[in-house]
C-alpha cells in the first residue's frame, strides 16, 4: 500500500515566504490601481458636471463663470476648477483631500485657500443643475488657486547657541489620506529634532527637513557662538561682511555714526546667517544734510537676517534720520530685504527712521523676501512702516507697532493672517496684493484698511 508524501516543514516555511514576498509586492501595486481608478472616475464625474454646467449657462443665456467642482470618490475628495478665460478643466494637484464629508471637505478647502470666493456672485449652484449626482458640489464664482508647497515651515533659516532649543512651526494645506510628518536632521552631531523641536548640540550648521508625503520643507541651522562686540560702525560692517556662512553678534555698547554714509549699506550676503542680540543697546545713523543720507543701513541680499534680545532687557533698536526736522526731503531704508531672503524681527526691537521728512522713507522694505515681524516695531517716520512687494512675504504676530505718516503697511504681494498688533499711519493698511485674513488687531489711523485696484484682496474678515 502506497502513501502520500507530505509536504515537509521546510517546504511549508519556503511556501509562506513566498505567498509574503508577492503579497508584499502586489498589495501596493493594488492599491496604486485602485488609486488611479478613483481618480480617474472622480475626473469623469467632474467633467460630466461640467458639460452639466455649460448647458445650464446656455439655456438659461446667462454668462459662464470661474467654477469649482467637489467630488467624493471612496473617502477622497477631489477637487477641480473650470478656468473661462482658457475653457479648461483644472485638477488640484494635490488631491485626494482628507474630511469628514463633502461640506467638510468644502470648509477645509476654502480655509486653506485651495478655492476662494471671486466675489459677491458666489455661491453653491449644485441644486439648480440638473442630473448631479450626491456625490458632487458645485460652487459658481469661485476660483482654484496655484497651490504651491503643501508643507512650510515657520523658519527657512535658524540660528542657535550651544544647547539652545527651537520648535519649527509647520503649516500644511488640507489633511491628505495616510500622510505623516516626519523629521531628519542632516547631521545629529551639529542639531537634532524631534517633532519639530531643533536642539543645538555643537558648531557647525545642518539642515533640517520636514517631509509629508511627496513634499518636503527645509531649515537650514546654524549652530554658533556670538560674537560680544565692542566696536565701530566699520568694525561691524567688517564682521558681518566678512567670510563666513554666519556670524552672531551681541553688542555690547551703543554703535553710533553721523554724517559718514560711504560705510553704508551693510550687506548680508546670499546664504549667510547674521544674527543680533542687541542686549538693551542701539544702532544708530544720523545725518545733517541730504548729501550725507544713505539709501539703506542693512541690505539683506538672500541670507537671513535675525534682530534679537535675549538678554534682561528684551529690547534695542536700529535708528536712522536726522537729529532735528530737517527742511529737506529724503528717501532711504533702514533694512532691504531682497532676493529671497529672510528678515525676523523679534521680542521689542525698533526699526525707526526718525525726523526726516519723505514719503517714500521706509523702514523695512520687503522687496522680494519673507519678512516676519513677532513683536517688534517698524515706525516709518513721514514715510511707510513697512513696505512690502509683489513678490513679498510679510508675516505678523503680536507686533507691538507698526505705522508711518504715509501709511503704517503698503502691500503689494502676500501678508499672512492678521491675528492681533497694533497699526497706525494716515492709512494703516494701504493694500494692493492679497491679505489671508484679518481677525485682530488695533488700527489707529484715519483709515484703518485701503483696497486699491482689481488685484486687491482681503479673503477673510
Not at 132 to 160: A, F, K, M
Not at 247 to 254: A, I, P, Q, S
Not at 265 to 278: A, E, G, S, V
Not at 432 to 458: D, H, R, T
Amino acid at each position: 500500500m502506497k502513501t502520500k508524501k507530505a509536504f515537509s516543514i521546510v517546504e511549508l516555511i519556503i511556501v509562506i515566504a513566498v505567498i509574503g514576498i508577492l503579497a508584499a509586492i502586489l498589495i501596493p501595486v493594488f492599491s496604486n490601481i485602485i488609486e488611479k481608478a478613483n481618480a480617474k472616475s472622480a475626473l469623469s464625474d467632474a467633467k460630466n458636471t461640467l458639460t452639466n454646467y455649460i448647458a445650464h449657462c446656455e439655456s438659461n443665456q446667462k454668462a459662464k463663470q470661474d467654477t469649482c467642482i467637489i467630488v467624493e470618490k471612496a473617502k477622497g475628495y477631489y477637487a477641480y476648477g473650470y478656468f473661462v478665460s482658457i475653457n479648461e478643466l483644472i485638477e488640484s494637484k494635490h488631491n485626494p483631500y482628507k474630511a469628514d464629508s463633502l461640506q467638510d471637505a468644502i470648509t477645509k478647502l476654502q480655509d486653506a485657500n485651495v478655492f476662494v470666493s471671486l466675489g459677491a456672485d458666489s455661491r453653491e449652484i449644485t441644486a439648480t443643475l440638473s442630473d448631479i449626482s450626491n456625490n458632487v458640489l458645485v460652487y459658481e464664482g469661485y476660483s482654484l488657486q496655484p497651490i504651491g508647497e503643501l508643507v512650510t515651515l515657520d523658519r527657512e533659516q535658524l540660528g542657535l547657541v550651544q544647547d539652545e532649543s527651537y520648535t519649527l512651526v509647520v503649516t500644511t494645506l488640507p489633511e491628505r489620506l495616510g500622510l505623516p510628518l516626519t523629521w531628519e536632521s542632516a547631521d545629529e552631531t551639529i542639531a537634532t529634532v524631534n517633532n519639530g523641536e531643533v536642539v543645538a548640540i555643537s558648531h557647525g550648521e545642518t539642515e533640517v527637513t520636514v517631509r509629508y508625503g511627496d513634499v518636503f520643507a527645509t531649515c537650514n541651522v546654524v549652530v554658533d557662538e556670538f560674537v560680544e562686540f565692542s566696536g565701530n560702525m566699520a568694525e561691524l560692517k567688517t564682521l558681518i561682511e566678512n567670510d563666513g556662512s554666519s556670524v552672531f553678534v551681541k553688542l555690547m555698547k551703543d554703535v553710533e555714526l553721523e554724517d559718514y554714509p560711504d560705510i553704508f549699506p551693510i550687506t548680508i550676503p546670499k546664504d549667510k546667517f547674521l544674527r543680533i542680540d542687541f542686549n538693551h543697546k542701539i544702532l544708530s545713523y544720523s545725518y545733517s544734510s541730504v548729501d550725507n543720507s544713505i539709501y539703506s543701513f542693512f541690505v539683506n541680499d538672500g541670507g537671513g537676517f535675525c534682530l534679537e534680545s535675549y538678554g534682561v532687557f528684551k529690547d534695542g533698536a536700529i535708528y536712522m534720520g536726522s537729529d532735528y526736522t530737517p527742511d529737506y526731503e529724503t528717501s532711504g531704508y533702514i533694512i532691504e530685504n531682497r532676493n529671497g531672503g529672510f528678515v525676523n524681527i523679534v521680542d521689542t526691537i525698533v526699526v525707526a527712521i526718525s525726523n526726516s521728512k519723505g514719503s517714500s522713507n521706509q523702514a523695512v522694505c520687503n522687496t522680494n523676501g519673507t519678512l516676519v515681524v513677532n513683536k517688534g516695531d517698524c515706525d516709518g517716520g513721514s514715510g511707510v512702516g513697512i513696505f512690502n512687494g509683489a513678490n513679498g512675504r510679510l508675516i505678523l504676530k503680536d507686533v507691538t507697532g507698526i505705522s508711518g505718516g504715509e501709511a503704517g503697511i503698503i502691500n503689494y504681494g502676500v501678508i499672512e493672517p492678521i491675528t492681533k498688533g497694533g497699526f497706525g499711519g494716515n492709512t494703516c493698511i494701504r493694500n494692493y496684493g492679497l491679505i489671508k485674513e484679518i481677525s485682530g488687531g488695533k488700527f489707529n489711523g484715519n483709515i484703518a484698511i485701503e483696497n486699491i485696484g482689481k488685484n486687491a484682496m482681503i479673503e477673510k474678515i
